[in-house]
């Protein structure tokens, strides 16, 4: 409640207005529609798409799969911004995020379908593709629901609900597709219910339509959905590089952990897979966690730089801690502090970007070259680790290095003066 005073008559009367709120049930049904769209696209990416590419191409699988992340990696970067600059400027009786969220996530269904039914590499590489830019363009034109309808007094819960939601599926979906019996069902069991959860969101969805007439799309506009003036928008770009560097520290280690456990603790392949398995588990739970609580909290407090500070530094704890282990418990350790840093940056994240947006008539756009930030480390950090390890197994190194990067992520929270 905000208090006002008016006046009428010559006596002045002080009483209360309510803030405005997000539509009913919004934060239910997007943080439901999230967790169905980002089940769906990293179910594939941290267990299924291996297993699918072993059963078709096993001579080969560790290479072919590379290609296949990769590629997928590099259209996924340019699909977000792009995706969400034409749900900008989309002009339809069915508004202008609800036909790209509906038509990303069916289109989505058609790029895992391929994939489950594949018999060749290639087919697998254009199904990926596929669902790459398909599931960008439903999440592009998602997220920008919340600039569209969320007022700031609740943007922290709303981010912790999507920032739970990003994680959750880890926990819930991977499991699931694990034991399903068969490739198909693999993959079209969270496609089918992403759609489900989208269309449960999309269909009350107070999409307002635009009238406004834009320019003709054209080269320009497709280079300039790419960017933001970062010198321009100053509050924009220092939190761009804050979310790159934390999201650096915490997406590549992970990939490693499997060949740090054999390497420097002798485990057994099949030890260190089962290992891994439990450690990326126990990180997500304790992420998810600081997600729900941080977001609450951040509103509680109307503050969101505290814990921008926070994750970096308790995440660079968390990797030092990782690389000094000298025994497994204390790698459990390590990831429980990650997943803390993690979850406390989710829980914060969706609010400061939207809350440094130059345009909010650009909002999808301009969040989807925001989302760079995050697909860009995906692409970085094996050629960075490539270029530490060169051969060797100095893990240790590599996770030191990582650690300093997500640390550098607190020097760049103070410039974002936007934000409290």
Not at 53 to 58: G, K, M, N, S, T
Not at 176 to 197: D, H, S, Y
């Amino acid at each position: 409640m905000v208090n006002a005073e008016i006046t009428e008559g010559g006596e002045g009367r002080t009483f209360d207005i309510p803030q405005p709120k997000a539509p009913r049930g919004f934060i239910t049904k997007i943080a439901t529609a999230q967790f169905g769209v980002v089940g769906a696209l990293y179910t594939p990416i941290l267990v299924t798409l291996a297993l699918r590419i072993a059963q078709v191409d096993p001579d080969n699988e560790a290479g072919s799969l590379s290609i296949v992340l990769a590629t997928g990696a590099l259209f996924a970067l340019f699909a977000n911004p792009l995706f969400g600059r034409l749900s900008d400027r989309t002009r339809s009786r069915f508004g202008r995020r609800r036909p790209w969220m509906v038509g990303g996530v069916v289109a989505g269904l058609i790029g895992l379908t391929l994939i489950a039914f594949a018999q060749t590499i290639p087919i697998i590489l254009i199904g990926w593709v596929i669902t790459q830019c398909a599931y960008n363009a439903c999440l592009s034109s998602m997220q920008a629901t919340v600039a569209d309808l969320v007022p700031s007094n609740q943007l922290g819960k709303v981010s912790g609900a999507i920032g739970f939601a990003q994680t959750a599926p880890a926990i819930v979906c991977i499991p699931i597709a694990t034991l399903m019996p068969g490739a198909q069902l693999k993959f079209l069991l969270p496609a089918l219910f992403a759609v489900a959860a989208v269309a449960f969101f999309a269909i009350s969805l107070p999409d307002r339509q635009v009238s406004e007439q834009r320019d003709r799309f054209s080269i320009k506009e497709f280079i300039g959905s790419l960017w933001t003036n970062p010198v321009e928008h100053r509050d924009f770009g220092w939190a761009w590089i804050c979310r790159f560097l934390v999201s650096f520290g915490a997406m590549a280690p992970p990939a490693y952990l499997f060949y740090y456990l054999t390497a420097d603790f002798g485990l057994s392949e099949d030890d260190a897979v089962s290992q891994v398995t439990l450690l990326i588990m126990v990180s997500y739970v304790v992420m998810a966690g600081a997600a729900l609580v941080g977001g609450w909290l951040s509103d509680r407090i109307a503050a969101r730089k505290p814990f921008l500070i926070a994750s970096s530094l308790v995440q660079f704890v968390g990797l030092v801690v990782l690389a000094a282990a000298p025994d497994l418990w204390t790698i459990m350790l390590s990831q429980v502090l990650v997943g803390i840093g993690g979850g406390i940056f989710f829980a914060v994240d969706m609010a400061v970007m939207t809350e440094v947006l130059p345009n909010k008539a650009d909002a999808a756009k301009d969040l989807g070259v925001m989302n760079i930030a995050v697909v860009l480390p995906q692409v970085l950090a094996p050629t960075v680790a490539v270029f530490i390890l060169g051969g060797t197994d100095n893990y240790v190194l590599f996770f030191v290095v990582t650690a300093v990067v997500s640390l550098c992520g607190t020097f760049t929270v103070p410039r974002i003066r936007g934000i409290r």
